[in-house]
């Protein structure tokens, strides 16, 4: 089970590819569909037999005089806030904590109610090992706090500038005494220790040393007294050197065999818009990277991972205030925008319900935009006039939309 404000479906999808490649019949909500009915549906649908096993709104995984379950493993993300009802049928050996960020306000409210919800669930599985992100003080604490048993994994060098400074967990959790850092990765991760009561970064499991970014995601993974082993990938972004830890994990407290590790990694394509490439146009020579950003640590490393790439660009930004999005965009002030006045940059289009918004946010900080009335016109008008380089950064409900059109013309 994965939980965790962002990379809940790359990490939880990557785990079901490496544990495909080994020949295991596995179930998942691949299309990231977290709450207690898009679990209940990927559970159904694995189901044999008449009417499949029910039990409590979800199918056992058991024989039953009606069907059973015909999958080795599940593979399941689950939302933070509907992760206590799901517990409390589904007992998981492994929950992964990716890492605790600010979200959706009007959802999730702040951060401390997100960590009141897990750790309630948390509660309901006493027998589960909790894979952690180390780096992040939240998740941490959370563990922690919970008495189950804990692993961790997290990144032992610093790796990126310090340029993002949103930082959710400033102070400790378990005194309030402000943390001190020996240097951050992003947001609140990094290394850290409060000199008041003595809490701090745990004992890294799984650590990754010789991070490099470009021109693929390449660095080593070494668990305590153990060789290292190198992974690479054809990815973009720090955010994902924490998926892949995370993964590599739960592989070997499984006890599974990680060989075929970059193998898996080389072919696997990122779900529905998670740094998803489509190449369309005359010769399929344009290249459009579509990426879900819905909350300012997920768009800052959006944005960083962006910047990576020093070849000439243009930029969509689809802003939306559905329900499923929020209805408070307040945090789009948190995000550091002020790092698209790059040369880089040629051009940015805005669109979504809130494109007034972001383009009053981008105002702020002397950056012009281009505000376009939906996302397929943006994406026509930039493929049209624009230098075959072009990132959409969309929130929850522009993303079917954006996926589908570029979908459309790649096909």
Sequence with gaps: MTCGTNGKTTTNNLLCSMLEAQGFRVVSNRLGANMVEGVAAALATAAKGPLGYLAVGY?????????????????LEVDEASAARVLQDLHPDFMIL?????DQLDRYGEIDLTMKALEKAIL???????????????????????????????????????VDVIREGRFCENCGAPLQYDFYHFSQLGVYRCPSCGFGRPEIDYAAYGVRLSPQLSFDIQKINSAPVRISAPMTGFYNVY????????????????????EVLSSFKPQFGRGEIFHVGEKRRQKVLLNLAKNPAGFNQ?????????????????????????????????????????????????????????????????????????????????????????????????????????????K
């Design 59 to 75: 199918l056992a995984a058991a024989k039953g005089p009606l069907g059973y379950l015909a999958a080795d493993f599940a593979c």
């Design 98 to 102: 990716t890492g605790l960020f600010r």
């Design 124 to 162: 309901e599985a006493p027998d589960m090992t909790l894979v952690i992100n180390g780096d992040d003080p939240l998740t941490a604490y959370l563990a922690k706090k919970s008495a189950h048993r804990i692993v961790s994994y997290g990144v032992n060098e610093k790796v990126t500038g310090d």
């Design 243 to 262: 998926n892949i830890l995370a993964v590599f994990s739960v592989l070997r407290e499984m006890k599974l065999s990680t060989e075929m590790f970059s």
């Design 302 to 410: 959006n944005i960083s991972a962006m910047l990576q790439d020093r070849s000439p660009k243009d930029l969509i930004i689809v802003i939306n205030d559905n329900a499923q999005d929020g209805r408070d965009v307040s945090w789009l002030w948190d995000v550091d925008f002020d790092r698209l006045a790059d040369e880089t940059i040629r051009s940015i289009t805005v669109s979504g319900l809130r494109a007034l918004d972001m383009q009053l946010r981008l105002k702020y900080v002397d950056i012009k935009s281009e505000r376009a009335p939906d996302v397929e016109k943006a994406i026509d008008e930039r493929l049209a006039d624009g230098c075959e380089n072009l990132y959409v950064l969309v929130n929850y409900t522009a993303l079917y939309e954006a996926h589908k059109y570029l979908e459309g013309l790649e």
